[in-house]
Every structure is written in C-alpha cells, then in structure tokens.
C-alpha cells in the first residue's frame, strides 16, 4: 500500500474519464435520440473536495456529450477535454498546459482507449468493473465500481495520501 500512498502525494492532476468511471458505463437514448448518463453525487463531493484540497481536476473522453458539459460545469471543472478518440493528445497538451509531468498526474481510465494515458501516467487507476486487461495494467484498482462511488473513492485517497482529507471533513463538522 505505500508505494500507492506514494504516487498519491505527489499528484497535482487528477483526470477522469467519463462512461464508465464517472457514469456506469450504460448509455441509455429516448426518443429522438437523446442521450442520458447518470453521475453519483458522491463522485461529485469527492471531486468538489480534492479541488478544495489543491488538486487540479480534468475529464478526458472519447465521446461528446453536452450533459458532460452540463455536469462539468456543476462541478467547476474547466479542464474538460470531449471527442477525444486519441486521448493521449488531450492529456499531453493539458500536461503542458499545466506545466506538471507525468509523476505528478494521475488518470482514472476503464477501457482500451484510456490504455495510452494510464501508461504514462504517475498514478494510474480503474474501476472494480474494468476489463480485466485494464486491471492488469494499472497501479490500483479501486473497490468500488464505475458511477457507482468509484471516484470518490480515488478522491479520498489522494487527499488521504496527501493530509488533506480530514481537514475537509472537519470543515463541515463547524
């Protein structure tokens, strides 16, 4: 557990993809096709808290959706990165943007197309549901699955590895 403690000190980035680490993954379509997703409010404390802590939050995802827009904006996420088949792209122009290296980022991906950025990243991470070839690929796997408190997972451990986590409890404790 320590060399993960480890990696989690040093992030200053915390980037997420969308369908299936914020959301479940299911893709659900009404009529005249529109598109629903469905995000856990816990994610959302967790991310709204890390931010609070000092850690920069991005999502990174291959599809475009303006209820990403939507929940992104809720949450005060600026760094949002949509239609990125090549997602390594994304990830190397924030990099610089941000002026971090790669040690001091960490990427929460589920599927095949995240396997370029969890590979270069200093803390990789996925979902309890993940494919099994992602799983095998990255430094931790959270306990908790896909849209399904995952992320808050992963929030509370870095702020945990950081010293930040009880400070934010505290804060709503007065």
Request: glycine share 8%.
């Amino acid at each position: 557990m320590q060399p993960l403690i480890d990696k989690a000190k040093n992030i200053r980035l915390a980037i997420f993809d969308v369908d299936g680490v914020l959301t479940t993954g299911a893709l659900f379509y009404g009529k005249d096709k529109i598109e629903g997703k469905n995000f856990h409010v816990h994610d959302g404390q967790g991310i709204k808290s890390l931010q609070k802590s000092g850690v920069e939050i991005a999502v990174i995802t291959a599809r475009t959706s303006d209820i990403v827009t939507w929940r992104m904006q809720d949450l005060g996420i600026t760094h949002v990165y949509q239609g990125q088949t090549n997602k390594l792209i994304a990830y190397e122009a924030l990099k610089q943007k941000l002026k971090l290296n790669d040690a001091q980022i960490a990427y929460a991906g589920d599927d095949l197309p995240d396997l370029s950025v969890l590979s270069r990243v200093g803390f990789s991470i996925t979902v309890a549901n993940a494919p099994l070839v992602i799983r095998q690929r990255v430094a931790w796997v959270t306990r908790k699955k896909g849209g399904k408190g995952a992320v808050r997972e992963i929030c509370d451990f870095i702020m945990e590895a950081q010293g930040t986590l009880q400070k934010t409890i505290e804060a709503y404790l007065t």
